[in-house]
């Protein structure tokens, strides 16, 4: 079935969708932004993207906080929406769509979902008796529990608080005992049809990590899902079980859909969801791959849809060793670390620094090295000094050169630059299909390091001098240097100062899925377009695309370099 999406001609992506309770944090960032990255790419390797992004508004967590602060929950989320809009604009996030799920579109759509699930008979009614984490929004079985408190105890941790009253395995927060009389969802009958999903499809979870934690939970057994509510309201309302609101992960799940059209009765938005769905990737953190390698196909194949074509967990950002998280107090705000680092410095940081998919320490000092080691003195520094020595050297334009006499003085001097530049968008995208940030910027990064290289090796100031030394014998003996038989030095250093420029052409385009603005200032400084313009990156990568003659500007440094004690 996941051959679905891979047939698909649209390219669909997504974040989950956040909670409202909190606001944009490094982790919630750090999610966004990776989609952002492998949406822009996409976008640029000639794909038809959408990439979508939201917030969980429902829920008693979301009814609790606005009861605390004394207003509505639509004013609470409502209040608290934009600052998410805003964050995600502050970085740079090029989402096609943001979803909320109290919008009517997502709520026909989850009310649709229910009838749909209940018509094929996997909906009955029940009473639940157990253990609920209000600010995780999850239930929890009394063999989970015990499982806690057993690991719990080998480890010297409190499974209880001193009131005796149990603690959630994955905050640590009280739990609630919740006793209910609430609608079921059929899971346990979808055991087999997942595992054999997951067989066909071993592409579906990723990393393998993940696939193996979920295969070994799914193969232990699957208990019902409770997927109602009814001490509260602050939920989609069920239309066949009056005072029943959705499980909040019920209905978040269901945005996955809804955002693109199902359950619309608009023909276009049904279009829409026939060639959006099954979505390519979900990104998530690890923390909910339950949620959407298990119990998210489920429901889809109980509502007879077809499950996503992969969900992509990512692992936990650590500081100090702890998960970072709003609870803990450890949690630094992105747009504060994005006023020091740039926008996409930030980026950087976050995407190539730590392996996608496992857990990865982050700091301040880190941050520091990462960014003045490849974007400062690398990146930047490359930038500067090619774009100086082309305003000194060449009048401030991208060098001409004869192509009889490039194609000579490659032959003679070799041209490193053009061979390491010829393989890269293969290395790139394979990369990048694979999600792994990390290898695609470590590729790219070496022909920014064999830049640098190539202009201490070329020596363009020497062969600057070398040409004038040669234009002043010219003009005492009276000819033309226009008239030489071989390459003169100003041959040399239109070829060299081409290469470098050409080269750096090449990076900003591959740097402009991670670092967006710095690339488009880039193509700016080099007199070109836009660089998500174009059609297709294989085809924009490919060597010889900066047309002579454009006027290049020096402009300030891309990347000033930063002192950790100054911070
Ligand atoms: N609302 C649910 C998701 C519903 S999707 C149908 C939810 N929201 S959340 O606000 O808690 O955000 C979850 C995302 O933030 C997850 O991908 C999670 O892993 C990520 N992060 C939160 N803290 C994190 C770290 N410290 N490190 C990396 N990402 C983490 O869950």
């Known amino acids: 079935m996941a051959d679905a999406a891979a047939e698909n001609s649209s390219y669909y992506l997504t974040t989950p ?26 976008r640029m390797d000639g794909r038809d993207t959408w990439f979508l992004t939201g917030l969980d508004e429902h829920g008693q967590k979301v009814a609790q906080a606005a009861e605390a602060k004394g207003v509505s929950p639509q004013e609470w989320v409502d209040s608290v929406a934009p600052q998410f809009l805003d964050a995600w604009e502050a970085l740079s996030i090029s989402n096609d769509d943001f979803i909320r799920t109290t919008e009517q579109r997502h709520i026909q759509g989850v009310q649709r979902f229910f009838e749909q699930m209940r018509a094929n008979g996997y909906i009955y009614q029940d009473t639940y008796e157990g253990f609920y984490c209000v600010p995780e929004e999850t239930f929890f079985t009394d063999e989970q529990l015990a499982d806690f408190a057993a690991a719990a105890a080998v480890e010297g941790c409190p499974s209880t608080d001193e009131s005796g009253a149990k603690l959630c ?19 346990s009958a979808f055991q087999d049809r997942l595992l054999a999903y997951y067989e066909e499809n071993p592409g579906f979870i990723c990393p393998e990590i993940r696939r193996n934690e ?32 959705s499980y909040v ?69 650590l500081t100090k060793g702890e998960k970072m998280s709003k609870s803990k107090g450890n949690a630094t705000s992105p747009l504060e670390l994005a006023k020091i680092f740039s926008v996409d410095g ?36 490359l930038c500067s000094r090619a774009f100086n020595m082309t305003s000194k050297y060449c009048a401030g334009r991208v060098p001409e050169l004869w192509e009889k006499t490039a194609a000579r003085l490659t032959q003679e001097m070799g041209n490193p630059l053009a061979e390491l530049a010829e393989g890269l968008y293969e290395r790139y995208a394979r990369a990048m299909n694979a999600i792994d940030y990390s290898s695609a910027y470590a590729a790219v990064m070496e ?27 010219a003009a005492a003996a009276g000819v033309s240097l226009d008239d030489a038989t071989a390459p003169t030095a100003a041959d040399r250093l239109s070829f060299v100062l081409y290469n470098i420029l050409e080269s750096i052409r090449i990076m900003a385009l591959f740097f402009a899925p991670v670092m967006p603005n710095t690339s488009a200032e880039v193509f700016g400084r080099l007199g070109l377009g836009d660089v998500f313009g174009g059609d297709g990156l294989q085809a924009a990568t490919r060597w010889g695309g900066l047309p002579a003659g454009n006027e290049v500007i020096i402009g300030e440094p891309l990347f000033p370099r930063l002192k950790e004690e100054e911070l």
């Not at 799940?253 to 390519?280: H, M």
């Open 17 to 42: 969708i956040y909670y409202v309770n909190g606001v944009p944090h490094l982790g919630t960032a750090y999610t966004t932004i990776a989609a952002d990255a492998l949406a822009r790419f996409e």
């Open 169 to 187: 395995p994955d905050c640590g927060r009280p739990l609630s005992f919740v006793q209910e009389d609430n609608l079921f969802f059929k899971l």
């Open 214 to 245: 979920v295969l070994s939970f799914v193969r232990g057994g699957l208990k019902d899902l409770s997927i109602s509510r009814t001490t509260f309201n602050w939920g989609v309302p069920i239309p066949f079980a009056p005072g029943h609101v």
């Open 249 to 317: 992960w019920v209905d978040a799940l269901i945005n996955y859909i809804t955002a693109v059209g199902y359950g619309s009765d608009d023909p276009v938005k049904q279009a829409e969801f026939a060639k959006r769905w099954p979505c390519q990737v979900h990104f998530v953190g690890k923390d909910i791959i339950r949620f959407h390698c298990v119990i998210w196909p489920a429901m889809l194949m109980a509502a007879g849809i077809e499950p996503p074509g992969k969900v992509f967990a990512h692992g936990f950002l």
């Open 346 to 381: 930030y980026r950087y940081y976050f995407l190539t620094d730590v392996q996608f998919g496992a857990d990865g320490s982050i700091s301040l000092e880190r941050m520091v090295q990462v960014y003045n080691a490849d974007l400062a003195n690398s990146w930047g520094n």
């Open 447 to 473: 022909l920014c390091d064999r830049a640098n290289l190539y202009i201490e090796e070329s020596t363009p100031w020497t062969l600057a001098k070398q040409a004038a030394a040669e234009a002043e014998e």
